[in-house]
């Protein structure tokens, strides 16, 4: 399949990788590929600049985020933060419009007064907007009515989303949500394809809130095993 | 123990049994103990009136939330709902000053409007407050600064955090999180006699935030699972 991934980041990376080993066409999009190719520092959270990245996976394509979307044959993975989702989404809205978007971002706040943007042991936790009577799946679906959005992937690392053998041998739990089910089918079965044997349905994309503000469990989970900036565990539904 | 249950709901009821059951003195508060054993009726949850669970379990003894309060030696469980948890507590400050508080209530809003005041398939979602930046079980340790509370159990029905092996023979997580070390090892040690065997320490009382906000993850779990109104399934931290 030719699948598109927009965004160029650490989550984003572990779509793209893996959907190249699984032989899909993988084309990304990001805002000025020429801005992308010129770096050659890291990023503020360590990412090695994408030109090599590319270097160590030949065939990916890089284009504007409208004509990765266009160049999809069907699904798209959201990996813009969730900060500037929405704007740069609706900006390509018509590229969008009849394919299903995976989305799995975060709508955290940094708040550049503190020195880690992070949860930390101390307290300090970024804030969720929207939170609790909306979510950001939602307001993406409102954003691309003529685009089916998933939410997904949401509750766990980009690194173990695509390679959940990695945790307890892959023994525990993905989630999908949203309004259109052939779309949470094809979610589904590239969850499969990464690896996923337990992959659970909530419902509509309203069931997004839950998934986002797990972030504040997925993080303390995350400190209270000791797994600072990267959680390596996975959340098991037991029934 | 002399152990006090502060409420009389399906929540607290579940653990006056069980504590009842280990061999603990089990006192219990009510806001008006004359009114609480006058009802004949179930209430809007459909739980019987508490004089008939007072029959089925003899030798529990009925207090004013002050005097329940008082009555513990060490341990107070708060099954106030969230909605009245500071104002009833705030009111007995003193009598539960230098006693550990474990606190597993979800501040819901409940929405006269809807019919179902519960996260449903079609999107009606109660509404948090506080959340995200603040916690209720933050609220309470700032109402009751003498008193060490501890967050737990609130991510599970009151009926399996009581009988963890009813799910999964027991294979799954309890979390607490509080800022005083002891009182959360006097939760633990409860929740050890519970029958729990993974017991995750998050950390601060911080992290109720993230516990109190799975609340909504729970309800789209418990629906995903065809499980409405009460869900029976364990959260298994795998790493």
Known sequence: ???????????????????AGLGHEVHVGTRDPRATLARTEPDMM????????????????????????AASDGLVINGIDGHNAVAALSA????????????????????????HPWPTPWGIMPKLEPVDTDSLGERIQRA??????????????????????????????????????????QATELLKAYGWTDVLDLGPLVCARGMEMYAHMH???????????????????VR
């Open 1 to 19: 399949m030719k699948i598109t991934v927009l965004g160029t980041g650490g989550g984003a990376r572990a779509h793209i990788a893996k959907l």
């Open 92 to 115: 390509i809205a018509d590229r969008l419009a009849g394919k299903t978007l995976i989305d799995y971002a975060v709508p955290f706040i940094y708040n550049p007064d503190v020195e």
């Open 219 to 237: 993080s303390a989970i995350a400190f209270g095993l000791g797994q600072q900036f990267g959680g390596h565990f996975g959340i098991k539904v």
């Open 144 to 185: 691309l009515p003529d685009t089916k959005v998933v939410k997904s992937f949401v509750t766990q690392e980009q690194t173990t989303v695509v390679d959940p053998k990695a945790v307890g041998d892959g023994d525990h739990t993905m989630f999908v949500a949203g309004d259109d089910a052939d779309a949470k089918r």
């Open 46 to 69: 360590g990412t090695p600049p994408f030109k090599e990245f590319l270097a160590e996976h030949p065939g990916i394509q890089l284009h504007t985020f409208g004509d990765a979307a």
